[in-house]
């Protein structure tokens, strides 16, 4: 089992910047992927931004380019998202995902609790 605790929601102004956290403890020898997903209110979860657990290869969301920024801590087994110039359209609850080769083959999602960042405009 992975636990993800994250931190750093809140509420801002347009213009903005936030950073997330989230720590993983527990059976984490295994995860090889961590990210972040958002969901807005009537809206399906999304993808916002992924980084590799060995290489630090990053992906984004096309609507976060250039303005968000995903890191790692593997030492502290954390992972970041600099939010930058934040949108009333960023206004949603983030989560932390962290991918598991175990159970092989087919793996398995943990999922953090989520954290609300409101943008006002």
């Known amino acids: 089992q992975v636990q993800l605790v994250e931190s750093g929601g809140g509420l801002v102004q347009a213009g903005g910047s936030l950073r997330l956290s989230c720590a993983a403890s527990g059976s984490i020898s295994s995860i090889y992927a961590m990210g972040w997903y958002r969901q807005a209110p009537g809206k399906q979860r999304e993808l916002v931004a992924t980084i590799t657990y060995t290489a630090g290869t990053t992906t984004y969301a096309d609507s976060v380019k250039g303005r968000f920024t995903i890191s790692r801590d593997n030492a502290k087994n954390v992972v970041y998202l600099q939010m930058n110039s934040l949108k009333p359209e960023d206004t949603a609850v983030y989560y932390c995902?962290?991918?598991?080769?175990?159970?092989?083959?087919?793996?398995?999602?943990?999922w953090g609790q989520g954290t609300q960042v409101t943008v006002s405009s």
């Open positions: 995902n962290n991918k598991d080769l175990r159970p092989w083959p087919q793996g398995r999602d943990y």
